[in-house]
């Protein structure tokens, strides 16, 4: 969508030094431009730099090329101005202490001096993120699948009363049970939607990334190979991404459904 | 269901079971004091005095020794309690403490080098500066091992609990070696100051060192109030809490500057007194749960109570003599810290 105002761009981004990681060592150069409003999922096998991407978009790691956030670079932002246009979810959730639910959803909020809605958006933040019911839970007692529920609902909460933000989410759903996987990627989907944020997603399941997402960035080895509208259905390129034939079937009415083909993987039999 | 229900825990203001365990840790603090007024060689019963002959010498012991050991006690327990809940804050670890992690050696080693080194420096300043040379030092000390553990232990073993513990015992290692290397060059009066740094004592309380003191804590806590909730949202990892528009650098830089503060001002005018700091934002935690808002001043009033309890014991259980006091908050603390570990096995792994 050439017409949406350019929101983050990245010009040959790689990694600065050489992580002790050595898997991370030939990583990028990235270069993507993201607009507002749009949704892009990043697709690739285990291993193939995903998340290290997301987390140069958030700033985390030091790197090389130009980064800039809203045509300025991302070095010239106070950390305090981006949290309020930026929210990001790793893959891992960490909380020390065993803080209680509605605190952590609360420092999503952490940022602003005079927050008279917190107890609102709190609640309504959680009641999207389907995670209403634990709010007077401690942390250490949820399941991995409810603590990636908290943490959607703290996105939420940073981002309730912004527009035309950011939202860079790691893989939520991959501890969660399928329906509760269909019914938050369309809370995800709906809390940009209403507010113009644009939605960067990492995903494992390309069916979910074909029929949500009208972008998709295949990254395999640390390079980019693929950046393409999710229609016409790209079954060769997704093929050739995870090293597999994927059989395409027909919907009436919807897009076609990808199914990993079982002649792809009988040599492993 | 929800709509009614406080939303304690978030909002701004404190709900009322919190307000009533201040309360309740205020009454026995104030209680224990007043009971270890009364305890000591010479025992002063305020309540009904027999001769006025007697008064002077009472008087004299209540007003100058006793009621600023006593109130210094706790103002060194309370800055111990606060160190060490900043400590567990920034590292994100309930078993990190100023204590273990070297930072308190670290003050008592400048301080003794200081002692052992600087023999003549205390000639050349006049009198009012001599007071700061010890704490200056300290604080040096306390600093330098501060910002050496968070480098180190970020750089060879980053986010692990273990190797944090480990590169603490490393560096207590090597402080030890220099306190080591202080004692053997020291001479005999130089040594006598020495061994009171090795144990820690509160003997040394007057009515000057106690108002410093004060004033340092309670800088320390208006400046640590500010920070509480960025303390919570680091507790949510540091990727995360850098989303959430926190300055990580400068947290770090301030809550090191007042653990160093905090810790060298307690080691310089007491010594080493280990374990308070550990235990204290334990206790505070277990009772109000893990907002640091209410941990950071519950921690300093359970630090108070605790020391105020293990000084009374070292005054009175053998008296006339003296107990060092780092005896018996070991006794506590030791224990204590095993049976953290006991509950915390499977996340140290």
């Known amino acids: ?269 | 269901m929800h709509q009614n229900t406080p939303l304690k825990g978030y909002s701004k203001f404190m709900s009322h079971q919190t307000t009533w365990m201040y309360v309740i840790a205020l009454i026995v603090l104030i209680t224990m004091a007043l009971m270890a007024v009364m305890l000591g060689p010479v025992e002063i019963n305020y309540l009904n005095r027999t001769s006025a002959q007697d008064d002077f010498v009472e008087n004299y012991i209540l007003w100058q020794v006793r009621l600023p050991r006593i109130l210094f006690a706790m103002t060194i327990g309370a800055s111990l309690g606060l160190a060490g809940a900043l400590t567990q804050g920034l590292f994100r670890n309930p078993l990190a403490d100023p204590g273990l992690l070297g930072v308190s050696s670290g003050a008592a080693a400048a301080a003794t080098g200081a002692i052992v080194f600087s023999g003549h420096l205390a000639w050349v300043l006049p009198e009012s500066l001599r007071i700061w040379i010890l704490p200056s030092a300290a604080f040096c000390g306390a600093l330098g091992i501060c910002f050496l553990l968070d480098r180190l232990a970020k750089w060879l073993t980053p986010g692990s609990v273990i190797g944090l513990l480990l590169t603490g015992i490393a560096i207590n290692a090597l402080v030890a070696a220099f306190i080591g290397l202080s004692t053997y060059l020291a001479n005999d009066e130089q040594l006598r100051n020495l061994s009171f740094w090795t144990m820690g004592s509160l003997a040394g309380a007057n009515w000057l060192v106690l108002v410093l003191m004060i004033f340092v804590l309670l800088i320390a806590f208006f400046f640590s109030q500010t920070l509480t909730v960025q303390i919570n949202a680091l507790s949510l990892g540091e990727a995360v809490a850098g989303q959430l528009g926190i300055n990580l650098k400068q947290l770090r830089q301030r809550i090191i500057l007042m653990v160093a503060f905090l810790s060298a001002c307690a080691v310089a005018w007491c010594g080493m007194i280990g374990f308070i700091s550990l235990i204290a934002p334990h206790i505070a935690r277990a009772i109000v749960g893990p907002d640091h808002r209410q941990v950071l001043p519950l921690s300093m009033l359970f630090g108070g109570l605790l020391l105020l309890l293990a000084d009374t014991l070292a005054r009175t259980v053998a008296i006339p003599a003296e107990i060092p006091v780092g005896i018996f908050t070991a006794l506590l603390g030791a224990p204590f810290f095993l049976s953290l570990l006991a509950r915390q096995g499977k996340a140290l792994t």
């Open chain 1, 1 to 269: 969508m050439p017409t949406n105002k350019l929101l983050m761009s990245l010009k040959d981004v790689s990694l600065q030094k050489i992580s002790f990681q050595a898997c991370l060592n030939n990583l990028g150069p990235f270069s993507i431009d993201i607009r507002s409003n749009e949704r892009i999922a990043i697709l690739g096998p285990s291993g193939a730099g995903k998340s290290t991407l997301l987390q140069i978009m958030t700033g985390l790691h030091q790197h090389t090329g130009q980064l800039e956030f809203l045509e300025k670079p991302i070095g010239q932002w106070g950390v305090q101005e981006l949290a309020y246009k930026r929210a990001f979810l790793p893959q891992q959730h960490e909380a020390a202490f065993n803080l209680s639910t509605k605190l952590i959803i609360s420092l999503g909020r952490v940022v602003r001096d005079h927050d008279p809605d917190l107890i609102q958006i709190v609640k309504a933040s959680s009641r999207a993120a389907r995670a209403e019911h634990l709010l007077n839970r401690s942390y250490q007692s949820l399941s991995g699948g409810e603590k990636a529920r908290v943490h959607l609902a703290r996105i939420f909460a940073q981002l309730w009363d912004q527009e035309n933000g950011i939202v860079l989410i790691d893989e939520p759903l991959t501890a969660l049970d399928p329906g509760l996987q269909i019914d938050l990627l369309a809370s995800i989907l709906e809390f940009c939607q209403h507010r113009s944020h644009t939605l960067v997603a990492i995903l494992h399941d390309i069916q979910q990334a074909i029929d949500h997402f009208e972008r998709l960035i295949l990254i395999k080895d640390g390079k980019i190979v693929a950046d393409l509208p999710s229609v016409p259905s790209p079954k060769a390129e997704l093929e050739h991404l995870y090293g597999m034939t994927l059989e395409s079937i027909p919907r009436p009415g919807r897009k076609d459904l990808l199914l990993p083909s079982s002649s792809g993987c009988s040599h492993i039999i």
